[in-house]
């Protein structure tokens, strides 16, 4: 099952981290919370990831690139799990970049996402959603 994570918008309420980098990519302790949403996920076995673009959606394309190699540091477990990153995710996760327009809203994001996702059941979350929600939990009550 997908994850998407739409991270087009402007952020003004942080406006002064969001002049040079979209909401997602501000930082908490040494990680942009992109990173700790998609780790979140990956605890509960979720590595596709479909991320919906828009508001300097650049940086985020550069912190996913191949040349940005960043140390994954400590598991969800607390223990240290030596693999690295490859620009902002680990190789056995599956990441799509999807540009989803400057100005274009969450419905329209969404839509835009339709050819990326199929016919297929996804969760979706927004870029500056950090939580320590029981991800599987979640999905089995969304089911019930």
Do not use: C
Request: no cysteine; hydrophobic share 40%.
């Amino acid at each position: 099952m997908k994850v998407v994570i739409l991270a087009g918008g402007a952020g003004r309420r942080l406006l002064e981290e969001t002049e040079v980098k979209p909401k997602p990519m501000v930082a908490i302790g040494e990680r942009p919370i992109l990173w700790h949403i998609m780790k979140h996920y990956a605890h509960y076995g979720f590595t596709r990831f479909a991320i919906a673009l828009g508001y300097k959606g650049e940086v985020i394309r550069q912190y996913m690139s191949k040349e940005n190699e960043i140390d994954a540091g400590p598991g969800a477990d607390g223990t240290d799990n030596n693999d690295r990153l490859q620009g902002g995710a680990p190789p056995d996760w599956e990441v799509e970049l999807v540009d989803t327009g400057m100005t274009t809203q969450t419905g329209g994001r969404i839509k835009r996402l339709a050819p990326h996702l199929g016919n297929a059941a996804f969760m979706l979350t927004w870029g500056d959603a950090v939580s320590d929600v029981d991800i599987l939990k979640l999905l089995e009550f969304h089911r019930s």
